[in-house]
């Protein structure tokens, strides 16, 4: 069977097949990057076939210089299926023989690399050889070697219906706004606005940011993970681990996970009249915040104040509660919370951009840039505040991934690969009142079924979080806007967020 391949065909094999080697080398197989790319690409230019014709030489356009971990998976990964789906359609023998060539390539690149490969390299292995595994299906009939269905070309699809939701959101006031979606169709991945106010670029599709509240998410997995390991326990009065605060001895880690415990909200709450609490808007916040704060301040604060009801007798949102959970898991394993989160979560599935900051105030390159905007002496003023000390939210809120990070965590998590199914089924049997979890929400969708997921915002940065309960679609989404006091973008960020749910879970067709 004779192969036609156009020049952007070309590109596609030899970013796909390269890019594989690039992207084990910048994840540290065989010890050093450069022992890796010698490895595989000895791998590569021995390939015989059409196969070995196309990566012999370097297509004129093809780029992989200079690239992260994150931004090389970004590239390559969608480049691998599309190379399969190519190749598939006009001659299966030499998908398969490119298939081979690829896995025998990373396999030579990691060889050499003394005991066990690092959490990151075995991680990118594992997507390219996934990746490879789902795309070798036969085009439209549907099982591929792990048994996940996909359709015809599964990856590079066109999502004009994304597109526009997204630049709906950015004509509605955001300044940058990435979409990642995997689902059926393979992985699309999308930008609208841009990064930075006065600049021209969009927002980078493999860009770091705050992502806000769904930090809870992660730390609730790392408390569960503990109680899987036999050193916490869910039902146990949190005074038992952290008793220099007296805490009311009717408070539960459980009750911390779910919001049910009745601590004030360290950063204000309502009585109903609202209470303040540690200055995190305003004038006063952007000129301080550098300001360093330590968990048990933000704790002393909190019950400085009157508890907004009996433990357990209601639901209310409090960041308390999850600074708190930190300093349980720091108690009984004597190590701090980003380093159980790297033996955990991070390490296990080499999730490489994302960082547990504490008092860091840098976002990783590539990042959107977020702004807040506040009164001076009468006059309106925005600041790019992408740079703060985060500890004024602490585990409320403080952490920074990438949309793809999100979406192996939120996988990954839904999937069953973090928790046992027992605990697992308790993260995700959520109270009535506000449908909370363990660090999750449980919502219902417009097409009937259920997602799992967590958003946050923190200071002109958000980020979005949802997964089927089998973990076959997920949505993740990075937004960088110009906050304010009044939290102006709420309404904007509710429509966009539900619109998003409604075209990518309920059937599309979302409404206008």
Do not use: C
Request: hydrophobic letters at 40%; charged letters at 20%.
């Amino acid at each position: 069977m004779s192969v036609t391949l156009a020049d952007q065909d070309k590109i596609t094999l030899w970013t796909a097949a390269w890019g594989a080697v690039s992207l084990m080398s910048a994840a540290g197989a065989a010890g050093s990057a450069h022992k890796a790319g010698t490895e595989g690409s000895t791998a590569l230019t021995s390939a015989t076939g059409l196969v070995g014709h196309v990566l012999a030489r370097k297509p004129k356009g093809a780029k992989l210089e200079g690239k992260s971990v994150a931004a090389l998976a970004d590239q390559v990964l969608p480049a691998l299926t599309a190379a399969m789906s190519l190749l598939r359609q006009q001659d299966p023998a030499e998908a398969d023989n490119f298939r081979r060539t690829v896995l025998v390539a990373v396999h030579a690149a990691t060889r050499p690399q003394e005991g066990e490969p690092s959490p990151t390299v075995a991680e990118m292995a594992r997507k390219i050889t996934e990746t490879l595994d789902v795309a070798s299906a036969a085009p439209g009939t549907g099982e591929a070697d792990n048994g996940v269905a996909v359709p015809e070309a599964a990856a590079g699809q066109d999502r004009p219906e994304l597109q526009k939701i997204m630049q709906e959101m950015v004509d509605s006031g955001f300044v940058g706004v990435t979409l990642r979606v995997r689902d059926e169709r393979g992985e699309w991945v999308g930008s609208a606005g841009v990064g930075e106010l006065g600049g021209t670029e969009e927002p980078p599709t493999d860009g770091h940011f705050r992502i806000g509240s769904n930090t809870k998410t992660f730390t609730a997995t790392v408390v569960l993970q503990l109680v899987a390991e036999g050193r916490i326990e869910l039902d146990t009065p949190v005074a038992g681990y952290l008793p220099e605060f007296g805490l009311d001895r009717r408070i539960t880690v459980r009750m911390l996970l779910q919001h049910t415990s009745g601590v004030f909200n360290f950063t204000g709450d309502h009585y109903p009249e609202y209470v303040p609490g540690i200055v995190y808007q305003g004038r006063e916040w952007v000129e301080g915040r550098f300001t360093t704060y330590r968990p048990e301040e933000l704790v002393r604060l909190a019950l400085s104040k009157p508890a907004r009801f009996e433990p357990g007798a209601d639901w209310s949102y409090s960041n308390t509660n999850y600074v708190l959970a930190r300093l349980v898991v720091e108690r009984v394993t004597g190590r701090s919370l980003g380093e159980e989160m790297r033996r955990l979560i991070l390490g296990p599935l080499g999730l490489s951009g994302t960082v547990v900051p504490d008092t860091s105030t840098d976002v990783p390159a590539p990042h959107p840039h977020a702004y807040y905007r506040y009164e001076e002496d009468g006059q309106e003023k925005v600041a790019d505040v992408t740079r703060q000390n985060p500890s004024w939210i602490s585990t409320g809120g403080d952490m920074i991934s990438t949309t793809a990070d999100l979406a192996t965590f939120i996988a990954a998590l839904v999937g069953g690969r973090l928790l046992p199914a027992g605990l697992l089924a308790e993260m995700f049997t959520p109270e009535p009142k506000a449908g909370y979890g363990l660090g999750v929400f449980v919502q219902d969708t417009p097409g009937g079924g259920k997602v799992i997921t967590h958003n946050g915002g923190i200071t002109g940065h958000a980020g979005l979080m949802y997964s089927t309960p089998d973990g076959g679609r997920t949505l993740t989404a990075s937004l960088n806007y110009v906050d304010d006091a009044d939290l102006s973008m709420g309404q904007a960020f509710q429509k966009a967020t539900q619109r998003l749910v409604q075209e990518v879970f309920g059937g599309g067709q979302a409404a206008n």
